[in-house]
């Protein structure tokens, strides 16, 4: 078994040798000094945010973040931090300008009216973080951003379906708004230090804590997600090169099975676990297990969920750590989170779960 004294042993001395590669390659080293930027991020504090205003000042841009000064969040101190509200004050920001704003904290296309109106004439480029979530449903695979995003729910109890069509709407006004002064980037499951979500931090402390694992799936279950850096690292690049459009942000760089992110994740870890895959549907469902990011039953509307195109992306510059980095980082950041967190953690597989399938399953196939 993998205890937190072993791996935060380990992560140092595998932190000395990806150090290089990471300073070179994944923090604008390796780019042109751009020329300094003035931006204004809606939100700033939640889980992009922060990833996204430290990178946007080590690359020497000048941040604003507009927040509602609820949360805090671990910020450079020469960040401009304006208060109010998106959907009833935006007082603070009116008479100001900026070369670009990035808006990562919406889902409600009334807030991005607002916004919108008000920033129209006062900013360069309206950057809006969306998601792969206006294709849904996902009724093919390959599906790039010349897909039909979606601006009316079919099913409106569907909260998938209707987060989707929500972002959809948003990104629609940004675009009518800004034209070619409108950006939006549509990231798939986003992971990384920081997370707000428990689920990607599921399958590092899983793994860590070894023993015989419940693997669900099949060999060709496609998995997709983005580490946040990537992410934050991409929106500031298209900001620097004035890019505008459309982008589906979609990690890792080259395809990748869910057992193949298993086994990697495991090495990275070192981990002592041992897998027993679980490829049948119908049992999985019957023990409420559909979904443990980046796994996911995939079918029906959720069938081409983990197999959307970057193409796009990649050619404007989008880069990738290496998954073992990933994984590392984000075990190491989970063992930071208040004890209350991990004490109870809202995972989609809990041990009472895996212990019960597991045994039936056993039972079933001897």
Known sequence: MTNRRDFLKRGALVGGALMLHRDSFLTGVGRDRPRALDLLVLGGTGFIGPHLVRHAVSRGHRVTIFTRGRHDADLPANVIRLQGDRGSDLTSLAG???DAVVDDSATNPDWVRRSSALL???VGRYLFTSSTGVYYPYRSRGIDESGQASLEAADPKDGSATYGVAKAQCERVVMNTFVDRGVVVRPTYIVGPGDTTDRFPYWPQRLARGGEVLAPGRPDDPAQFIDVRDLTEFMVTLLEDSKDGVFNVVGPKDPITFPEFLEQARAALDAKAQFTWVDDDAFLERYKIDEAIPWALLKGND???M???NDKA???GLAFRPLATTVRDTLAWWWTVPA????A????ITAEQETAALAAWHARTG
């Open 307 to 309: 197999s959307i195109r």
């Open 96 to 98: 100001k300008s900026w």
């Open 340 to 343: 209350s967190r991990r004490a």
């Open 120 to 122: 129209k004439e006062s």
């Open 345 to 348: 953690p809202k995972f989609t």
């Open 314 to 316: 990649r050619a404007a």
């Open 303 to 305: 069938f081409g969920m």
